[in-house]
């Protein structure tokens, strides 16, 4: 099987992100990049998948900066066995990312069995990717998949829905699969896999090799701010009952004229 991977890379969840000087995106430099947590359940299910399938191969393709390739060196630590890069600005919108990982996908020369995505990405959190990429590829998608089967080509899906249900799909391959948290257990790259991935195929190509123009962008990305520092607090003493009930008082006043939340 030719599975693919779609993967993203992510600032950490700890580090502090600042916008840059024109507010169209959060300043980079300083950033420490991880790869999109869903993504490494999508990995994961790859390499399984890979495992089940003598002969496999799975290749992961990433669309962003070319400064830090420290997602697809984890990947390629992990198993994976070359990976894509599509160098792009980071603040792409979904049209335009998904467009560009069909291109890679197409120019690898490789007909995909089966693509592995994550369900969404931690920073813009818009959802979009995996069915756009879908969409263009003309290929049947599930997304939010937290359990997945594979036989003979046709794979078993599970998602849980709103309110506890769960629903069970059977998709034949090719077909697009968006992982959730909790799908499988995502391995953690050994030392002899990280060594390995630094003599992995790493094929790097441009927008333009890949089809996308500035004319696909359909969303355009502005007035990036922090949010308002939080003001001080207001503290109330009420040392005895006959004080209780006027403080008692100011506070809804507050709550209802100042905070507004009642």
């Known amino acids: 099987m030719n599975i693919f ?6 600032p950490d969840t700890e580090t502090k992100v600042t916008p840059n000087g024109d507010g169209s995106y959060i300043e ?37 900066g070319v400064k830090d390739t420290e997602a697809l060196r984890t990947a390629l630590a992990m ?12 603040n792409l919108d979904s049209y335009m990312t998904a467009k560009a990982l069909k ?10 069995d089966v693509i592995f995505t994550g369900k969404q990405a931690i920073d813009d959190d818009c959802l979009q990717v995996p069915q756009l990429l879908a969409q263009m590829l003309g290929l049947p998608s599930v997304t939010v998949v ?10 078993t899906l599970k998602r849980e829905v709103e309110g506890g249900a769960l629903e069970v799909y059977e998709v034949n391959s090719p077909a697009v699969i968006a992982a959730n948290k909790g799908l499988n257990s995502p391995r953690y790259a050994s030392l002899p896999g990280i060594m390995k991935a630094k003599r992995k195929p790493l094929a790097q190509h441009s927008l333009s090799d890949v089809g996308v123009s500035a004319d696909d962008r359909r969303v355009k990305y502005s007035g990036f701010q922090l949010p308002p520092e939080k003001p001080a ?18 506070v809804v006043k507050l709550l209802r004229e100042e905070a507004k939340v009642i």
């Not at 991977?5 to 992510?10: A, E, L, P, S, T």
């Not at 430099?29 to 003598?54: C, G, H, R």
């Not at 890679?104 to 007909?111: C, F, L, V």
């Not at 997945?148 to 794979?155: S, V, Y």
């Open 5 to 10: 991977v779609c993967i993203k890379q992510v």
């Open 28 to 64: 980079t430099n300083s950033i420490k990049w991880i790869m999109n947590p869903y993504d490494e359940f999508a990995v994961e299910q790859a390499l399984l998948t890979k495992a089940a399938n003598s002969g496999s191969t799975v290749t992961v393709v990433r669309v962003g």
């Open 103 to 112: 291109g890679a996908i197409e120019k690898s020369g490789k007909t995909p």
């Open 146 to 155: 937290d359990g997945c089967e594979e036989e003979g080509g046709k794979f």
């Open 79 to 90: 198993g994976a066995d070359d990976a894509i890069l599509v160098e792009a600005d980071d």
């Open 233 to 250: 607090g207001k503290k109330f003493d009420a040392m005895d009952e006959g004080q209780q009930a006027s403080v008692v008082a100011e």
